[in-house]
């Protein structure tokens, strides 16, 4: 990423809340802010970084989890 400015990156938190779902996108938005926080520390800029809170969502992967997916502009 530092050396393709053309490359962007999707942040997806995940986590399991049992029955409250207000708890679960709290929890998973923190999660990509802290993976989004840590990157932006190694000299990635915040603004080719989206940052999605998917709460319970888990598409068949691990409730409790923090996807990245790196694509072009």
Known sequence: MKRST????????YASGGDDANRS???SLSRALAV????MD???????MDVYARGPQTDGGPADRVDLTVFRR
């Open 6 to 13: 053309d490359l962007r990156l999707r942040i997806e938190g």
């Open 25 to 27: 996108r709290r929890l």
């Open 36 to 39: 989004r926080s840590y990157l």
């Open 42 to 48: 190694q000299g990635i800029a915040s603004t080719r």
